[in-house]
C-alpha cells in the first residue's frame, strides 16, 4: 500500500487541464483551495498503514489476497458494510471535513455487481475486464473518483429529449479499439488529483433510443480532452484569504473544505476497449445507479453522525467557554443534537446490517433503510446547527480576523472583549468559533438567526406575552373547576 507521501509525488506528476479563477492551475499540491483535500488523501493513505488504525481501514481483498484500503474493498458481508459504516465514523471525526475517496467505493461496488449481472444474462465479458481494473487498482493503491452526475440540462427532459445531446455524457463515435464520449461531469468531487476516474451515467436510461447514453468506464485523470474546472465558493475564499492565519479556516489541521468539487468536460475523449465496462446495454443502467445512488446515500449516513459529533463537542466547548453549559436550555438543546446523531447512526447500522448479498456476491445495503437514514441525516442537520449557531451566539458571525488578534493594538482590545467565562484563554474561544462558522455553513444561516436575537429571547418574550391566565381560565369553566366571569 502507497504513503501519502507516495500518492502527493503521485499528484506532483499529474498535469491536467485544470482552471480555477480565471487561470490555470499547474501545481495543485500548493495550490490554496487543494492542498487541503490532498492532505486529507495522503492523511488517509498513512492511516491505513499505522497498525492502530488497520482493522478500521483496511482489509483482505480475496482478488489479490492481500491488504487494502476500505475504499477499494468489494463488500462481502455484512461485516464489511457495518465495517464500512465505522470506518465512516472514524474518519469524519478525525478530519472534519470531506474524505473524497468515497465515489471510489461505490463506483468499484456498482460495477463489480452490474457487469457480473450483465455477463449472465449477455454473455458479455465486462465482469472479467473490470475484475482485471481492480486487480490495477488495489495492486497499485490508486486513487479513482466515480463519476456519475451529467449536466443534466432541462430537469424535466431524459437524455435523450434534451435540445443539447452532451447534456448527459454520450458515445460519438465507436472505433475498433473503443469509443470517443462527450459531455461534462458537474460536482465531481476531487478527480483532478485522482489517479483514475471511473464514470458511469447518473440517470437510468429508457430506451434502445438512449444506447449511448448507456456507457461505463475508467481513464487515467489527465486524459486527452478532459478539463476540469474546480468550484469557487466560501470555502475557497477563506482557504485564498487565509494564507499565513489558518486558524481562521476553524480546521487550521486540514482546511475548511467540504469536497474539492468541479465540473469536468470531456470533449471527445478517447476510451480503449479493456477499460470500457458497459456499452449500450441500457437495460442494466437501473442495476448501476440505483446500487451506486444507494452506496453513496449509506456512507453519507455513516459521515454525518461524525460531523455531528464535532458540531456537538464544539457546541458545548462554546457553552462552556461562555459559562453557559449548566443552563437548562443549553443542556436541552446538546441532548436534542446527541438524540438526532445517534438516531441517524442506528438506521445507519440498521442500513448495513440489512445488506443482502447481489447475484455476484457482492453485498448492497438495504435501501429503505438506507434512503430513511439519509433523510433523516439532512433532516437533523439542520435541526443540530441551528441548536449550534444558537448557543455559540452573534460572534459566530461578527468574529474578527486572526491577524488582527495578533496585532498589538486591535489584539488587545479582542483578547479583552472576546473573552467568555474567565479561566478559558480567549483564542480557545475564538479558535472554536471559527470551527462552528465553518460547520454551521457560513454567515448566513447564522446572520438571520441570531440578528434580532437568538432563539431563547423569543421563547421568552412569546411565553411573557401569551395570555395563559385566559387560556386556563376557559379550561377551568368548561371543567366546572370556576365559573363564567
Ligand atoms: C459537495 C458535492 C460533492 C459531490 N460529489 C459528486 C461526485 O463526486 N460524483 C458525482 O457523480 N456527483 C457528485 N455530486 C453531485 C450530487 O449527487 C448532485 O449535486 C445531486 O444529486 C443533485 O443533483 P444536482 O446538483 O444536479 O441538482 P438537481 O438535480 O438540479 O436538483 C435540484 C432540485 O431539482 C429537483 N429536480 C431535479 N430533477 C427533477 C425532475 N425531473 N422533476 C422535478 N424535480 C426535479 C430536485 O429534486 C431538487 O429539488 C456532488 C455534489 C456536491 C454538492
Known amino acids: 500500500m502507497r504513503t501519502g507521501a507516495e500518492y502527493i509525488e503521485s499528484v506532483r506528476r499529474l498535469k491536467p487541464t485544470l482552471y480555477h479563477r480565471g487561470q490555470k492551475i499547474d501545481n495543485m499540491v500548493d495550490h490554496p483551495s487543494l492542498k487541503w483535500p490532498i492532505k486529507v488523501v495522503a492523511q488517509i493513505y498513512d492511516w491505513c498503514l499505522d497498525p492502530q488504525y488497520q482493522d478500521i481501514l483496511t482489509t483482505v481483498s480475496p482478488i489479490i489476497n492481500d491488504r487494502v484500503d476500505r475504499f477499494l474493498h468489494v463488500f462481502g458481508s455484512v461485516d464489511d458494510l457495518l465495517a464500512r459504516q465505522k470506518q465512516m465514523r472514524f474518519l469524519q471525526t478525525h478530519l472534519g471535513g470531506c474524505a473524497i475517496k468515497c465515489t471510489q467505493l461505490g463506483m468499484v461496488n456498482a460495477l463489480y455487481s452490474t457487469t457480473y449481472d450483465m455477463d449472465k444474462e449477455l454473455g458479455t465479458d465486462y465482469h472479467q475486464r473490470f475484475l482485471d481494473y481492480l486487480r490495477y487498482m488495489q495492486q497499485n493503491d490508486l486513487l479513482v473518483t466515480g463519476a456519475m452526475m451529467d449536466a443534466k440540462g432541462d430537469r424535466s427532459l431524459t437524455a435523450s429529449q434534451q435540445p443539447d445531446p452532451d447534456m448527459y455524457l454520450h458515445i460519438v463515435e465507436e472505433r475498433k479499439d473503443g469509443v470517443v464520449v462527450r459531455g461534462a461531469k458537474a460536482h465531481q468531487t476531487g478527480p483532478m488529483f485522482a489517479n483514475e476516474i471511473a464514470v458511469a451515467p447518473c440517470d437510468m436510461m429508457r430506451s434502445e433510443k438512449e444506447r449511448d447514453y448507456a456507457v461505463a468506464f475508467a481513464i487515467p485523470s489527465e486524459t486527452k480532452g478532459i478539463t476540469y474546472i474546480l468550484q469557487q465558493n466560501l470555502a475557497d475564499a477563506m482557504c485564498t484569504a487565509c494564507v499565513g492565519a489558518e486558524a481562521d479556516l476553524g480546521n487550521p489541521t486540514y482546511g475548511c473544505q467540504f469536497g474539492a468539487t468541479s465540473l469536468m468536460i470531456f470533449d471527445d475523449v478517447f476510451v480503449p476497449n479493456e477499460r470500457i465496462f458497459m456499452k449500450g446495454e441500457w437495460q442494466f443502467t437501473r442495476h448501476l445507479v440505483t446500487r451506486m445512488g444507494t ?9 454525518r453522525p461524525a460531523i455531528f459529533d464535532l458540531v456537538m463537542g464544539a457546541t458545548y466547548l462554546i457553552a462552556e467557554y461562555n459559562g453557559i453549559a449548566r443552563s437548562a436550555h443549553v ?105 462552528l462558522q465553518a460547520m454551521t455553513g457560513g454567515p448566513l444561516a447564522a446572520a438571520l438567526h441570531h440578528s434580532g436575537g437568538p432563539m431563547q429571547n423569543q421563547k421568552i418574550i412569546i411565553f411573557r406575552e401569551t395570555d395563559f391566565e385566559a387560556k386556563k381560565k376557559r379550561v377551568k369553566v368548561l371543567t366546572g373547576i370556576e365559573k363564567e366571569g
Open 295 to 303: 452506496m453513496a446515500r449509506l456512507w453519507q449516513t455513516g459521515c
Open 331 to 435: 443542556v436541552d438543546k446538546l441532548t436534542e443534537m446527541s438524540y438526532l446523531t445517534e438516531t441517524v447512526w442506528g438506521l445507519a447500522l440498521g442500513a448495513a446490517i440489512s445488506g443482502k448479498p447481489t447475484p455476484s456476491g457482492a453485498y448492497i445495503p438495504d435501501p429503505l433503510l438506507t434512503n430513511c437514514a439519509k433523510l433523516q441525516s439532512t433532516r437533523a442537520f439542520y435541526e443540530i446547527i441551528k441548536n449550534a449557531i444558537d448557543i455559540t451566539g452573534g460572534i459566530i458571525v461578527s468574529l474578527p480576523s486572526e491577524e488582527d488578534f495578533r496585532h498589538p493594538e486591535a489584539g488587545k482590545w479582542m483578547e479583552k472583549y472576546l473573552k467568555g467565562a474567565a479561566e478559558f484563554p480567549t483564542e480557545h474561544r475564538l479558535r472554536v468559533v471559527r470551527f
